[in-house]
């Protein structure tokens, strides 16, 4: 199994332009999940889906952030514009059954 | 506030001694807890789930579930300095698919 995939692995943007991260989930996993990581805050939770619908956005910090999951392979978190203080690493985790999710390699953003 | 608490440590222990990480949880409904394994610029790794009162055992892990006391443990018997990274606990929410992470117990395996 491939597990899951995300992309890019590393981006580095000026403040004010937009970034797509994007993620494709573990085939037949039905939840997809996006997270932030950083030392200060630890591991948020910005959003999940269920059967590519939205079920939980209130994680998401501000209307600069959105997330879509056109189908059960593919999802993208935007942030536009991006600040600063977007900087982390954001994961992308799926999961079939309830619960055991199973993480991405991350995408590590870096705006200056 | 739903919360998972844990000692940020780190917890430093030597080589093939066992090695104690211990959670709090706050929420009540939490049904099922996690550990991941998360080595230093990777992402965290499923490592034992545990759903019911009791202990869990696989290999050298052993997991530990007490919901009366609200407290969840991971031991790790015979400690390896591969062991060495930061092992985040996670509980279910109740009623959601939603995961409440802590902020993780850094272990260092020393030879």
Redesign the interface.
């Known amino acids: 199994d491939a597990g899951v995939i995300q992309s890019p692995r590393h981006e580095v943007t000026e403040m004010g332009q937009e970034v797509t991260l994007r993620c494709k989930p573990i085939s037949g996993h039905n ?1 997809l ?1 996006w997270y932030r990581q950083t030392m200060m805050r ?2 948020e ?1 910005l959003i ?1 889906f ?1 059967n590519n619908v939205p ?2 956005d209130s994680g998401m910090p501000e209307d600069r952030f959105s997330a879509k999951m056109p189908n059960a392979s593919f999802s993208t978190l935007k942030i536009q514009p991006s600040e600063p203080r977007d900087s982390a690493v954001y ?1 992308c985790a799926s ?1 079939l059954v ?9 995408t590590r953003l870096t705006v200056t | 506030q739903k919360e998972v608490e844990q000692n940020s440590g780190p917890l430093s222990v030597p080589e093939g001694a066992i090695a104690s990480l211990n959670c709090t949880y706050s929420d009540r409904g939490s049904q ?1 807890f ?1 550990w ?1 394994r998360q080595y230093s610029g ?5 490592i034992m ?1 545990i759903y019911s009162n009791g202990d869990k055992e696989d290999g050298r892990f052993t997991a530990q579930l007490n919901k009366a006391s609200q407290y969840v443990s991971l031991l790790i018997r015979d400690s390896q300095p591969s062991d060495s990274a930061t092992y ?1 606990c996670a509980g ?1 929410s109740y009623n ?4 409440i ?4 117990t850094r272990l260092q395996v020393f030879p």
């Open positions: 939840s999940f630890g591991l939770l999940y269920n079920i939980d994961f999961s309830a619960e055991e999710q199973y993480f991405g390699p991350g | 099922s996690f991941y990777k992402s965290p790794e499923l789930s985040l279910s959601t698919d939603k995961l992470f802590g902020t993780g």
